[in-house]
């Protein structure tokens, strides 16, 4: 079977789906009398998935969120924590609703914490999520925004005075008895009259697109920024708060290419709507992947991929422009490889910040602006993610590894330090496979890597063990060091006495442009 699996899969898959697989143990000759506990599927529901962490501008918190399974319910609960970045203090949880939606921002003086949630006493308003505050002190969340269609996502002018938001059209669907030619309650069938008529985790596409707003904190009141058949993404403010740039795919039939084009518009306090955007760049590149202003304003970093007919095999990489136009500068050719989505500026403006995919690790890197030196700020053998970078050139992530789930790091000095330790109880309860890594030749001589998992030391398993092959999707990703995503389905399999064997195939990131793109075209030969 093929499959895309570039997203990691739902546990509820898991527990449907391979339940039968990993709860077989019939070739096994038992645990030891007194051994450790090995891992259930029971015991997943007690992992704390930590995400998004958002340093403060200052450098002195860090701001994430916790989601945890709640069986009763039948539901994900989602809340917002607080960290000293000094890790002097135990994490504080801020809220306790379990619907904070995402989209976690501080305020540019660090007083505010905003964030996304469906919220309200009736269904319509939970369905239609909207901008929210929290005083990093404590207290009640406060709504912000009350518009009609759903709030995307949302960024702060550096005066903290207003926020950009990225607002989707509302569905006309929504309200079916308001509809004009239309007599039922019940929504109207769905019309396909598009190329590109669903998208993963959307659904089906309607007409409808997502544009900039200005909204005013102060007096509520809103101003349209953009407009018409196109979508704008990724907004992000120029430092003296007078621009603002989006991505947005404006060709001739934007529905059938992936060429994306990177926009800068002025923003000037009273100016009226309608400012025509200049276009700076166009390139393929990451939904999320947001383009970064240099610190004085001149430049704007972003990702940029490979040629359209690549899509599979993209590997994404830092380039900067100016922002009175001109030629595109590419950055991190000679490494030759990919970058996650986000990127930072140093505090000088002289080189950017990053994290790039590297042989079974993910792995933060400095990449000056002049020159082809790439630093590797931390070491191999784990997997690092979620970059967000203050202005006294601490970086947040999330890491994690074989044994450990993600939890918040801070990279400051040379250093990269855990900050938080939620799931530190469970782990030390569990005994874990044990995950090596290994390479071996392939039939045409080139070397393959990948992980290897055997069963947990205090089980006593037949001998020769029964091998699970687990592959990820994409093709382009990478298996690595870490526990999370299907990497819980590795210990599973593992502590049902399986070994597991995760291999990066041809097509697969962290090694090189040649062997990403080995099998373009060329599926199943290699």
Known sequence: MLCDCSSPMPLAFFKSILLPLICTTAFLTGPAAAAPRVLSLADTDQLREVQAP???????????????????????????????ARGDAAALRLSFSGDIGGQLRWSPQGQWLSFVAGRGEDEAARKLPQVWRLNRSGGEAEQLTHLKGEVLDHVWSPDGKRLLLVVADADPRDEPETMAGWTRKTRPPIVIDRFHFKQDRDGYLGPQNKHLVLFDIASASTQALTSGPYSETAPAWSPDGKRVSFLSQRGADADRSEETGLFVMDVLPGAMPGAAPRQLASFTTEPDAVPVWSPDGSKIAFLQGDPVRFSAYQRYRPAVVSVNGGAVQPLGDVLERGFQPGLAWSADGRSLLGVIDDDRSSILVRLPLQGSRVDKLTEAGQTVSELSAASDGSVALLA????????????????????????????????????????????????VHGLLTLPPVSMTARQPLPTVLLIHGGPNGQDSHGLSGHDLLRELLSASGYAVLQVNYRGSSGRGDAFQKAIYADWGNK
């Open 400 to 447: 994690t590894s074989d044994r450990q789930p993600p939890e918040v790091a801070l990279w400051r000095d040379g250093q990269l330090r855990r900050l938080t330790h939620h799931n530190d109880a469970w782990v030390a309860d569990i005994d874990w496979g044990r995950t090596t890594t290994f390479s071996a030749p392939s039939a045409d001589g080139t070397d």
């Open 54 to 84: 958002r340093l403060s501008p200052d450098g002195q918190w860090v701001a994430y969120t916790v989601k945890v399974t709640d069986n009763s319910k039948d539901k994900l609960l989602n809340d917002l924590w607080i960290s000293s």
